[in-house]
């Protein structure tokens, strides 16, 4: 009966351990991830409204009547 709570607890300290170690190193990780994907999008979003207003002058200017 002993040696089955001994191991839950050596499991549960290891967990809490390695949880501990985890969130040292990879909350910050994944706050500079996420840094990263902000502005990667950022710029995407930006080429696509300029490309997006650059596609519709060029289309403005073919269709205008010519007189």
């Known amino acids: 009966m ?3 709570v001994l191991q839950l607890a050596a ?3 290891v ?5 501990k170690l985890g ?4 909350i910050p990780l994944l706050v500079l991830a996420v ?3 902000l502005v990667v999008g950022l ?3 930006a080429f696509w409204l300029f490309r997006k207003s650059d596609k519709d ?3 403005n200017k073919g269709d205008a009547p010519a007189e």
């Open 2 to 4: 002993s040696k089955p």
């Open 11 to 13: 499991v549960g300290l």
């Open 15 to 19: 967990g809490f351990a390695l949880w």
């Open 23 to 26: 969130s040292f190193f990879f």
């Open 35 to 37: 840094k990263v994907a």
């Open 43 to 45: 710029v995407l979003f």
């Open 57 to 59: 002058n060029k289309d």
